[in-house]
């Protein structure tokens, strides 16, 4: 990243001037941001009375969001040690990332629960990006589609399981494949808790429709996880993109889905369901190597993380990366926009505190220069990171 256009200094309460912003409506307009408090405190123009700080020449997004994501900068949310979030906070905040949901693998439940332990003593602590809770990918999947996932803990859908952990760290995500023994009725007293999302599934079509209707609001890494879609089979991918309630993540590595698919399913979504998510383990950051996701051995090579038959498993990306990637691949500016900020922080409930630049939210933003190639600086709750 390129050295930052700002003063290191941390400020609360200061003016942003002459950038040009994505308003609340994601229009892109040239206005100044008065930050009071780690809050936006006004938007308009020629605002003056505190400390400015001068990003003529950048563009302001809100904080990108990642829901999805079980490592980075070395550190695996499913180890648990000490130092593990706060490597990915900071790691993340390299990265234009201000908020995060870590993401559980399929583990014992001993394991999960001490990952939730961290987490939850953790939070309020974070030095760079911020976290709103846990995405519990598992371990109530398909084996049959289970990727990296460790077959060994899989289980089926347990609603007692599930709060009791929430308990211990507050739920955004949970991940469920709907063809399961009870998953519909799990789906419909989880709803109560978290978001469900259908995941690592081998459902049909009327089996992933079902959990649409029945408290299934989200899809986990379309199309990675389930059947391809087949002209005479759709499956739980046609179910997904049928289901108007819903968001999908895309990963958007260019590896996990071609560009070209891709840039046809961010199409069928529209800007308002389509969410870019990383699933990135814990060799974002770093380089090729053999590493662990959730205690399973991963060979990343050529930046692609797979396991020793050939299965990808998570990617190395990160959302900076993978805004970028969207716009290469056609997809439009807004919807690349939304797809990296309030469209995820919808997904999981907390768009009346970031995701947007409005007046009263979080100062969670993203400054890039004004062709959106590079980083320039970050603000987590309107301090510098």
Same mark, same amino acid.
């Given at each position: 990243? %390129?050295?930052?256009?700002?003063?290191? /200094?941390?400020?609360?309460?200061?003016?942003?001037?002459?950038?040009?912003?994505?308003?609340?409506?994601?229009?892109?307009?040239?206005?100044?941001?008065?930050?009071?408090?780690?809050?936006?405190?006004?938007?308009?123009?020629?605002?003056?009375?505190?400390?400015?700080?001068?990003?003529?020449?950048?563009?302001?997004?809100?904080?990108?969001?990642?829901?999805?994501?079980?490592?980075?900068?070395?550190?695996?949310?499913?180890?648990?040690?000490?130092?593990?979030?706060?490597?990915?906070?900071?790691?993340?905040?390299?990265?234009?990332?201000?908020?995060?949901? @870590?993401?559980?693998?399929?583990? @014992?439940?001993? /394991?999960?629960?001490?990952?939730?332990?961290?987490?939850?003593?953790?939070?309020?602590?974070?030095?760079?990006?911020?976290?709103?809770?846990?995405?519990?990918?598992?371990?109530?999947?398909?084996?049959? %589609?289970?990727?990296?996932?460790?077959?060994?803990?899989?289980?089926?859908?347990?609603?007692?399981?599930? %709060?009791?952990?929430?308990?211990?760290?507050?739920?955004?995500?949970?991940?469920?494949?709907?063809?399961? @023994?009870?998953?519909?009725?799990?789906? /419909?007293?989880?709803?109560?808790?978290?978001?469900?999302?259908?995941?690592?599934?081998?459902?049909?079509?009327?089996?992933?429709?079902?959990?649409?209707?029945?408290?299934?609001?989200?899809?986990?890494?379309?199309?990675?996880?389930?059947?391809?879609?087949?002209?005479?089979?759709?499956?739980?991918?046609?179910?997904?993109?049928?289901?108007?309630?819903?968001?999908?993540?895309?990963?958007?590595?260019?590896?996990?889905?071609?560009?070209?698919? &891709?840039?046809?399913?961010?199409?069928? &979504?529209?800007?308002?369901?389509?969410?870019?998510?990383?699933?990135?383990?814990?060799?974002?950051?770093?380089?090729?190597?053999?590493?662990?996701?959730?205690?399973?051995?991963?060979?990343?090579?050529?930046?692609?993380? &797979?396991?020793?038959?050939?299965?990808?498993?998570?990617?190395?990306?990160?959302?900076?990366?993978?805004? %970028?990637?969207?716009?290469?691949?056609?997809? @439009?500016?807004?919807?690349?926009?939304?797809?990296?900020?309030?469209?995820?922080?919808?997904?999981?409930?907390?768009?009346?505190?970031?995701?947007?630049?409005?007046?009263?939210?979080?100062?969670?933003?993203?400054?890039?220069?004004?062709?959106?190639?590079?980083? /320039?600086?970050?603000?987590?709750?309107?301090?510098?990171?």
């Amino acid at each position: 990243m %390129k050295q930052p256009l700002l003063p290191q /200094r941390r400020e609360y309460n200061m003016i942003l001037k002459n950038a040009d912003i994505f308003d609340f409506d994601f229009n892109l307009r040239r206005a100044d941001l008065r930050v009071e408090d780690g809050l936006i405190a006004e938007i308009g123009e020629n605002l003056s009375g505190a400390e400015e700080h001068d990003l003529s020449g950048c563009v302001i997004l809100p904080g990108f969001i990642d829901i999805h994501i079980h490592g980075c900068g070395g550190a695996d949310f499913s180890d648990a040690l000490p130092d593990t979030l706060e490597t990915m906070s900071k790691t993340l905040a390299r990265f234009g990332v201000t908020s995060f949901c @870590p993401a559980s693998m399929t583990l @014992p439940y001993e /394991r999960i629960e001490r990952a939730f332990e961290r987490a939850a003593e953790y939070i309020g602590k974070e030095s760079g990006a911020y976290i709103h809770g846990i995405n519990m990918e598992g371990p109530f999947l398909s084996y049959a %589609k289970r990727g990296a996932q460790n077959p060994e803990y899989l289980r089926e859908p347990d609603i007692d399981e599930l %709060k009791k952990l929430d308990k211990i760290c507050k739920i955004r995500l949970v991940s469920l494949a709907p063809e399961l @023994p009870r998953a519909i009725e799990f789906a /419909r007293e989880a709803a109560k808790i978290c978001t469900v999302s259908a995941a690592h599934t081998a459902a049909t079509f009327e089996q992933a429709e079902l959990g649409y209707k029945n408290g299934i609001t989200h899809t986990t890494h379309l199309l990675n996880g389930m059947d391809p879609i087949y002209n005479r089979k759709p499956g739980a991918a046609v179910a997904a993109l049928r289901a108007e309630n819903a968001t999908a993540e895309l990963i958007s590595d260019g590896m996990h889905i071609h560009p070209s698919y &891709l840039a046809l399913l961010y199409k069928i &979504l529209g800007e308002d369901r389509s969410v870019a998510v990383s699933d990135s383990m814990c060799a974002s950051g770093l380089g090729d190597g053999e590493y662990e996701l959730g205690g399973t051995t991963v060979y990343v090579r050529g930046g692609k993380a &797979l396991l020793s038959d050939g299965t990808i498993a998570a990617s190395t990306t990160n959302i900076f990366a993978e805004f %970028k990637n969207i716009l290469s691949f056609g997809v @439009p500016l807004r919807q690349a926009v939304k797809s990296c900020t309030i469209n995820p922080a919808r997904a999981i409930g907390v768009d009346s505190v970031t995701g947007s630049i409005a007046l009263g939210k979080r100062a969670d933003l993203t400054v890039l220069s004004s062709d959106l190639t590079e980083l /320039r600086c970050v603000y987590i709750k309107g301090k510098r990171a």
